[in-house]
C-alpha cells in the first residue's frame, strides 16, 4: 500500500562504482521528482519528469541520470560515485507538474560511499 | 540566491503544551507554501499547506499563518504530543516554470514527556 517506494533503503559502496536506485509511485501522478538530502538535513531538487519527460535538471554533476521508463517510475543512475554523493536521496511525487501541488515523498535511499 | 528558511534550530517543548515553528522566506513571487514533518528514518510527510491568497488555514491539531507583509510562515501545533517530535520543514513553489518545492533548512521539535 506503499504510495511512493524506493529501493535499496540502504547503499553502502566504494567510490568509483555505479549504482541505481528505484523508485515507484501507485498514486496515478503524473510527475516525479529527485531530491537530495545532506547531512543538515537540507533538501534540495535534483531532477523531475512529467509524463516521462525531463523538467527540471538542477545543477547536478552529469554523473547522475535519470531515467523514466513510464510514469510510474523514476529511477537514479549514478556513475563513478564519489565520496560527496554520501547523502539521503527521496524520490517524491504530484498528481500535475503545477504551482501548488502537493508532492508526497518516498522513505528514502541512504547512500554511504566510502 | 533565495532562499527558504532559517539555519536547523531546535525547538523543545513539554508534552501538552502548544509549539510554533517559524520560517522566513525571501521570494515574494512565491505562491505556495508547504510544511512538512520528517521523523527519524523517514521521509517528508505533508502536513498542511497554504496559497498566497490566504493568511490562515487550519487542519487537525494544526495551523499556518502567512504573513505576505514580512514573509514569514509559522507552524502552530496545539497540545504537542510525543508523536509530534521530529524535523518540520516549510518550502516554497513560484511560478517560474520550475515548479519544484524550494525548502527551508527544517526545525527539530523535541517534546518532553
Known amino acids: 500500500d506503499t504510495a511512493v517506494s524506493q529501493t535499496p533503503k540502504y547503499l553502502v559502496t566504494q567510490m568509483g562504482n555505479d549504482k541505481s536506485i528505484k523508485c515507484e509511485q501507485n498514486?496515478?501522478?503524473?510527475?516525479m521528482y529527485w531530491y537530495k538530502q545532506d547531512s543538515k538535513k537540507f533538501l534540495k531538487i535534483m531532477f523531475s519528469y512529467n509524463n516521462k519527460e525531463l523538467i527540471i535538471n538542477e545543477t547536478v554533476p552529469n554523473r547522475f541520470s535519470p531515467k523514466s521508463p513510464d510514469k510510474a517510475h523514476l529511477n537514479l543512475h549514478i556513475n563513478s560515485l564519489e565520496l560527496g554523493d554520501s547523502a539521503v536521496y527521496f524520490c517524491?511525487?504530484?498528481?500535475?507538474?503545477?504551482?501548488?501541488?502537493?508532492?508526497?515523498f518516498g522513505p528514502g535511499t541512504r547512500l554511504l560511499v566510502l | 540566491g533565495e532562499s527558504v528558511g532559517l539555519h536547523l534550530p531546535t525547538l523543545s517543548v513539554q508534552e501538552g503544551d502548544n509549539s510554533i515553528i517559524n520560517c522566513a522566506y525571501s521570494n515574494s513571487a512565491s505562491d505556495y507554501f508547504i510544511w512538512y514533518k520528517q521523523e527519524s528514518g523517514k521521509g517528508p510527510q505533508f502536513i498542511i499547506d497554504i496559497r498566497s491568497n490566504m493568511d490562515k488555514r487550519q487542519g487537525q491539531r494544526v495551523t499556518v499563518l502567512l504573513n505576505k507583509t514580512v514573509k514569514h510562515l509559522s507552524l502552530q501545533i496545539a497540545a504537542t504530543q510525543p508523536g509530534d517530535s521530529a524535523v518540520y520543514f516549510c518550502?516554497?513553489?513560484?511560478?517560474?516554470?520550475?515548479?519544484?518545492?524550494?525548502f527551508g533548512s527544517g526545525t527539530r521539535l523535541q517534546v518532553q514527556p
Open positions: 517524491a511525487s504530484s498528481q500535475r507538474q503545477v504551482a501548488g501541488e502537493t508532492q508526497y
Open positions: 518550502a516554497e513553489n513560484w511560478d517560474t516554470g520550475r515548479r519544484a518545492l524550494t
Open positions: 498514486l496515478g501522478h503524473d510527475t
